[in-house]
Nanobody
């Protein structure tokens, strides 16, 4: 499985961006999708994770109410919708997929990763 994230860029505080992650070689046998980010000098952290079946979606407290996720399964694409962006959201954003049962939204919980896309929030 190959993951390709895109959609990053420079945006002013209060602005919005939509990140996309297309996954090729996709199969139905995945258990979760996730979005992560890594700011300079900090560890990679989970932003949002979602199981493959209907259920609750996890959002980090720092993004609750501002970020949402969606999937377009026929297009093998998942999205991270980011609104009301803050300078603290500046980071490289990554998408990930887990191909085994489990839970959690940490780096160790996912086995397939895309390359990151830079998001910079600055005036």
């Amino acid at each position: 499985v190959q993951l390709q994230a895109s959609g990053g860029g420079l945006v002013q505080p209060g602005g919005s961006l939509r990140l996309s992650c297309e996954h090729s070689g996709f199969t139905l046998n995945y258990y979760a999708t996730g979005w992560f980010r890594q700011a300079p000098g900090r560890e990679r952290e989970g932003v949002s994770c979602e199981g493959s079946s209907e259920g609750s979606t996890y959002f980090a407290n720092s993004v609750k109410g501002r970020f949402t996720v969606s999937r377009d399964n026929p297009k093998n694409t998942m999205y991270l919708h980011m609104n009301d962006l803050e300078p603290e959201d500046t980071a490289v954003y990554y998408c990930a997929i887990r191909h085994y049962p489990g839970s959690g939204c940490s780096v160790a919980d996912f086995d397939s990763w895309g390359q990151g896309t830079q998001v910079t929030v600055s005036s």
